[in-house]
């Protein structure tokens, strides 16, 4: 297109003489003045183009011109419409977009007319611009343009005009869609969506697509319900048209009627109408009401699960109270939380997510004031104590092994009226179980099973695994098999725990039931359970059947280790069978067994209790030779030989270590030390180990007893070992 033609030479000409006149005033008057501030980014002061008239006879209603400019619109009736405030600013919006290009065009075209020259052509061409948006507005001038040329304009000069305008239209649409995206994007829910994304993972550019995604989803909603919305008024306003049309067509109707009832005696015509309408109109979705009360009920149901779904964001700590929070996270175990808490409660009136936000960050930064504040946070109504948070910290509790301040909250929880539920008197099963306190999680056990809750497997495995540290394995297998009885497989731990139980108890018929039923259920003889059924026998004093099931394990597959042998050699010290027992061990290291610890220990207490010293501290000397500390059993027997042997000095060295580690004893290892120092004649110090023993709460044997009194009464005088108690 050559827009050296959109004016001729005698116009141009005119346009460059003009001298204080002004043509078509009529644009000053619809054209309120603009005051623009002009975008850096598209407009330099260095622009002599920057002001479209510079001639002080023309008056000035637009100072500059900016594709992308900020209006502030100065109307001359101070009380007009706000509607017409919004048309007037989208008119000063349009043409100084429109000017902004136009200038462009024409000095493109015709580059030797100066700023003034331009300046005419522009002033035309907006005020025939504004006079056409005069007749119909911006659209129907467009849609004019489209179709009829202008009169006064070539046709190049009115299509150019055309193009531009919508060019101008579009790019106002533009900045306004922009514009409402801006605050679409910090909307609530699309910054909630936006951070619940970054909390699952989602990063970098696509959580950015997928935030602008949800904002335009959100944008276009908007858009829909006021589209809807102005339906529904186009539909009132034509609506209450109709109404008034009616009512005037009735009046003159009932005029009429009037008169021809006096003229002609006619009757009256019959006025036929919808009936009214009572009640409420009923909605029904396949066939529900919706109009019926549970749905209310449903919706409340539904914004109380949306609150636990979507919890409250803490409230902002800032200034004294942020110090405040920073000095009870640096508190220190053994300081009083109490004050600093007041102080933080006054200052924050906290509801349940601020408490909530504070204990996490204790429990991470400190973990003994965690278990003091979340006490204390009990006790306050703000947090809204509810049955689960006493459960949660009775379980922390539990995890510590405080057993002591788990019952302690237990028996606060109790105070305030709420009763334990079936999730707590779990977790005190658990608890009861790994402590070893077996009537306490029997009691918590029993009372799950009266309110009619079925165990589950780990409820199981944790009342049979008290069963099996209490040292009663029948009660844990009656477990075991109401587990099998309800389809619950036990797990390969639970079999071994039991059958370890019943090895070191000699209950063989026990141990052989657990095997049988470990192979039923899919668990092959493992090295383990084959030593522990070898363990079983030699307690029982059955070393044939001991031996037997040892060759079978070889047998298989399995290569007995230096424990399973000790058990072959303890089974054959229950008998006396030394020469077996030697026949043994050259088998084994014919086949290059190399015996341990475990072994070398048997051996010990087997010739010690033969009284064979050198022999026994023969083997004493190989266990050092494996740089391994001596079991405790080695200390007992060692204990036993040398008081035996009235050996006291070295009966006093393995006397002191067994009062080391006198809460490793058993009711047993102290029976056989005691009687050892009797039949030693260290009667003395038999009774002070008989005080140790009754201090740990095992009661003497009536045998034991009896030696302690015929050791008294003889009043034999036997020397006593100076040792110093470790206690």
């Not at 005020?127 to 009169?151: F, N």
């Not at 109401?482 to 639970?494: L, Q």
């Not at 026994?616 to 060692?638: D, M, W």
């Amino acid at each position: 297109m050559n827009l050296k033609h959109l004016f001729s030479r005698p116009t141009i000409n005119s346009i460059s003489r003009l001298n204080g006149r002004r043509p078509y005033p009529y644009i000053y008057r619809n054209i309120p003045t603009v005051s623009t501030t002009v975008s850096p980014c598209v407009h330099s002061p260095s622009n002599p183009d920057s002001a479209l008239f510079q001639n002080s006879q023309y008056a000035k209603p637009i100072i500059s011109f900016s594709r992308y400019i900020h209006f502030n619109t100065k109307l001359n009736d101070s009380g007009s419409d706000p509607e017409e405030s919004e048309e007037d600013g989208a008119m000063n919006e349009f043409l100084s977009r429109f000017v902004w290009i136009m200038r462009r065009k024409l000095s493109e075209v015709y580059l030797d007319c100066d700023k003034k020259t331009i300046d005419g052509m522009l002033l035309i061409i907006v005020g025939k611009v504004v006079s056409e948006m005069e007749k119909g507005g911006l659209e129907q001038m467009l849609g004019a343009a489209a179709t009829t040329p202008s009169q006064d304009f070539s046709e190049d000069l009115w299509k150019t005009v055309w193009e531009v305008s919508i060019e101008v239209l579009d790019d106002m649409q533009k900045a306004k869609k922009r514009e409402k995206m801006k605050g679409f994007l910090q909307s609530e829910q699309v910054k909630e969506m936006y951070r619940f994304a970054g909390e699952v993972g989602i990063r970098g550019e696509m959580l950015r697509e997928l935030r602008f995604k949800w904002a335009r989803e959100k944008m276009e909603e908007s858009e829909f319900y006021q589209s809807l919305e102005h339906l529904r008024e186009e539909e009132a306003r034509i609506q209450k048209e109709e109404d008034e049309t009616g009512h005037k067509k009735s009046e003159t109707m009932g005029e009429e009627a009037v008169g021809n009832d006096l003229v002609i005696g006619e009757e009256k015509p019959k006025v036929v109408s919808l009936p009214k309408r009572s009640g409420k109109i009923r909605y029904k979705i396949y066939g529900l009401d919706l109009f019926d009360p549970k749905w209310a009920e449903v919706a409340d149901k539904i914004h109380e699960t949306e609150e636990v779904i979507w919890p409250q964001e803490p409230k902002p700590i800032s200034g004294k109270c942020k110090l405040v929070t920073e000095r009870i996270l640096s508190l220190k175990e053994e300081d009083n939380p109490s004050p600093l808490l007041a102080e933080w409660i006054e200052l924050l009136q906290p509801n349940r997510i601020d408490w909530i936000t504070l204990i996490d960050r204790l429990k991470e930064k400190n973990s003994r004031l965690y278990f003091k504040v979340a006490e204390l946070v009990l006790e306050e109504e703000s947090f809204q104590t509810n049955i689960r948070d006493y459960s949660k910290l009775i379980e922390a509790h539990a995890k510590e092994n405080c057993l002591e301040d788990a019952e302690r909250i237990l028996k606060k929880m109790k105070e305030k009226g709420i009763l334990p539920d079936i999730l707590t008197f779990t977790l005190l099963v658990h608890m009861y179980s790994k402590v070893g306190n077996l009537e306490r999680a029997k009691e918590s056990f029993e009372y799950l099973r009266t309110q009619g809750f079925q165990p589950d497997v780990r409820l199981y495995n944790a009342m049979i695994i008290a069963y099996v540290n209490a040292g009663q394995p029948k009660p844990g297998e009656s477990l075991m098999r109401e587990m099998e009885a309800r389809d619950m497989k036990p797990t390969e731990e639970i079999y071994m725990a039991l059958l370890r139980s019943f090895a070191q108890r000699g209950d063989v018929a026990g141990a052989q039931r657990i095997a049988t039923t470990m192979q039923f259920a899919g668990f092959q003889p493992s090295l383990e359970s084959c030593t522990l059924l070898v363990e079983a026998f030699g307690q029982a004093g059955d070393p044939d059947q001991a031996r037997s099931n040892f060759d079978y394990m070889i047998k298989v597959g399995h290569r007995p280790d230096d424990r399973c042998v000790a058990c072959m050699i303890a089974a054959y010290e229950k008998k006396n069978l030394l020469d077996k027992a030697l026949n043994l061990l050259l088998e084994m290291e014919k086949d290059g067994f190399e015996p341990g610890v475990a072994t070398y220990g048997i051996l010990v207490d087997w010739l010690g209790k033969l009284q064979l010293i050198d022999e026994a501290e023969h083997f004493l000397g190989k266990i050092a030779e494996e740089r391994e500390f001596p079991p405790l059993n080695v200390h007992i027997s060692l204990c036993d030989m040398y008081s035996r042997a009235r050996a006291e000095k070295k009966a006093l060295q393995a006397l002191g270590v067994l009062e080391a580690k006198k809460e490793e004893l058993g009711a047993e290892e102290f029976e056989r030390v005691i009687s050892g120092l009797i039949a030693g004649g260290f009667v003395q110090d038999a009774k002070r180990i008989h005080g140790l023993m009754e201090a740990r709460g095992f009661a003497a044997s009536e045998p034991l007893k009896v030696a302690l009194m015929a050791s008294q009464a003889v009043g034999r005088k036997r020397p006593t070992m100076r040792l110093s108690l470790i206690h």
